[in-house]
């Protein structure tokens, strides 16, 4: 049996970032790292972006095995044992610990449909796959048009493909963006040679030899070589609900990324739920910033910093040439404030509470401003135009 001081289960930046906090505070104590893909800890967001534009994929291991770490790769561990301080993995290795530190991240959404051979991208194996199939001409058709489909569908047409982007809100990233920037993304799209589907579900999937037939509830049919969904993911929490750990869309932990109720049992990234005061109630955060900053600072806290977390992570996307940041809760059905530069393609939107109070703020071709805009939401004053305009410049 493997013994440990430090259990992480999942390898992703999390993890990487988790070991990192680790070694801030105890630079010799056992680590071990037990995760179900077959790499190394990597950088996700390149997946989507710097990969698609030409960066080496080189450039996006995160180095773990220099911070002294014991990695089992291409390992699923499928029980724990909290009485005794150990886990086991689906080949019947046990693995013991002082500290356990789950990271389990998140599983990407399915359609209901018939879906075989339907790419949901999320890992270094779906992005090797994606890349060998795209081409001049390739007809690929993305699913959803959220955070992962529109930055799939801005790629892969940059890399020549004939993309069909299908999704069922009324605009590209709907759930974010106001109703007018989100028409006016569709558009734009479109302008980039995307078949921009709106408001339309995928009724099925079928194949005919190499070829897909994606027909929509609308009635429409898009033909395609290669189909790939981005429809979000849904946390990794059936571990910790058979150990009985608490979860409620997420594994709830306090300020230091403790497990509710359990000294040594710890969760980030993805899959954790954490309180945050600056908003007030809990979060559950699947960007690249809170995985970093999030993993970083509970890996400290399980040796022994005792800091509570109270960062307001932050999150950005590349869209063709149209970019943002944003930060705090971004949500569409919020009341907002929106100032512009220029309409549609460079301002500022700040999403308000009942109390016209700043809880998010989108920032459309505006950079730089991410710390200004989490002192805004921390400050818990109402927000007017001219705050808002006061970000642009």
């Known amino acids: 049996m493997a013994e440990y001081r430090y259990l992480i289960v999942g390898g992703g930046m999390t993890a990487d970032a988790a070991c990192r906090g680790i070694r801030d505070h105890d630079a010799d104590g056992a680590i071990g790292v ?4 077959e790499h190394e800890p990597y950088a996700r967001p390149p997946l989507s972006k710097a990969l698609w534009a030409g960066k080496d994929e080189n450039s996006i291991w995160r180095g773990t095995p220099g911070l002294g770490v014991d990695l089992t790769l291409g390992r699923r561990i499928v029980s724990l044992d909290l009485g005794k301080g150990t886990a086991t993995d689906e080949a019947d290795e046990t693995y013991s610990y002082e500290r356990l530190l789950l990271a389990t991240g998140g599983t990407p ?29 390739v007809r690929v058709a993305v699913i ?37 920037l989100s028409v006016f993304v569709n558009e734009y799209y479109r302008s980039k040679g995307v078949d921009v589907l709106p408001e339309e579900l995928v009724e099925s999937i079928s194949r005919d030899g190499d070829a897909f037939r994606v027909k929509t509830m609308g009635g429409r049919s898009v033909e395609a070589d290669a189909v790939v969904a981005g429809l979000g993911i849904v946390p990794r929490t059936d571990l910790a609900e058979q150990a009985g750990l608490p979860v409620e869309d997420g594994i709830l932990v306090d300020e230091y990324g403790r497990v509710q109720g359990h000294e040594n049992v710890f969760a980030a990234g993805d899959v954790a739920r954490f309180p945050v005061p600056a908003l007030g109630g809990s979060r559950r955060v699947e960007h690249e910033d809170h995985a970093n900053t999030h993993g970083r600072h509970v890996g400290a ?17 590349d869209l063709f040439e149209l970019g943002y940041e944003a930060v705090g809760d971004v949500d569409s059905r919020l009341d907002t404030v929106v100032e512009w530069a220029e309409p549609n393609r460079k301002g500022v939107v700040c999403y308000v509470d009942g109390d016209s109070r700043a809880c998010g703020w989108l920032l459309w071709d505006v950079w730089g401003k991410v710390d200004s805009a989490r002192d805004l939401i921390r400050a818990r004053q109402p927000v007017h135009g001219e705050i808002v305009r006061s970000l642009i410049d």
Do not use: K, W
């Open 34 to 37: 037990v995760a179900e893909e």
């Open 144 to 180: 959803g048009g959220g955070f992962i489909g529109s930055e799939l569908a801005a790629a892969l047409t940059t890399n020549g493909c004939a993309v069909t982007n299908v999704f069922p809100e009324v605009g590209i990233g709907a759930c974010l963006f106001p109703a007018e």
């Open 109 to 137: 959404r399915t359609l209901p449909s018939g879906d075989e051979g339907v790419i949901y991208y999320r890992t270094l194996d779906h992005f090797r796959q994606l890349h060998a199939l795209a081409g001049e001409g």
């Open 301 to 317: 806290n399980m040796a022994g910093a005792h800091e509570p977390y109270d960062h307001l992570p932050f999150f950005y996307s």
